[in-house]
């Protein structure tokens, strides 16, 4: 017979764990079907990226002045003659200049009146007197030293009438600051070179 202390002891045989099976992974879930958007729908959502900004136009180039005029060859060649006229042409100088300041000054001509006068009689040792030998050509009398026919103009409708190829403004002296600057303006922007500017470009410097 068996002793009821051994068996009370643990010898009794203890029951094989099962093997422990490995864990059955569950498939991946499978991806949602992207909703896709109707063109009405499509159209009216705003646009996911900004577009980059466009560069501005650039503003039309003003036509620069013309520097020197349109010149006929029959002109230029006055106009080269006349440079030659002033080179050898003489100082007029008004009579008894050298003797009161008041009269010599101003570098204005006038004629010597003089009963006894020995400028009017052409005295050698006197100054020359202005006689009409002494003129330019008369197709290039009044023109600038460039070939120019110079205008004068007070207001912005008479630039307008100006022909930039063969003519040049000249501001009246009598027109302010403000409404000279405006005039100037006008005039660079039809092309119209102006005689005598307030504001000068690099090249008219």
Known sequence: MTDPKDAASGDAEEPVAAPATPPVESPPAAKKPRAT????RKAAAPAAKEEPPK?????????????????SPELARLLSYRRGQDAHRPLFVRQAAHRYWRIGRGGAWRKPRGLQSK???????RPTV???????????RGRT????RPILVETVPEIARIDPAHEAAIIARTVG????????EA???????????????????
């Open 37 to 40: 958007r109707s063109p009405a």
């Open 55 to 71: 560069p501005k136009a650039k503003a039309p180039k003003e036509t620069p002045p013309p520097r020197r005029p349109k010149l």
């Open 119 to 125: 400028q009017r009689r052409h005295y050698g040792y």
């Open 130 to 140: 202005v006689s009409i030998g002494f003129r330019s050509p008369r197709l290039v």
């Open 145 to 148: 030293p460039t070939g120019f």
């Open 177 to 184: 600051t403000q409404k000279r600057l405006v005039l100037e």
């Open 187 to 205: 005039a660079r922007k039809r092309g119209i070179h102006v005689l005598n500017p307030i504001t000068k470009d690099a090249r008219e410097t």
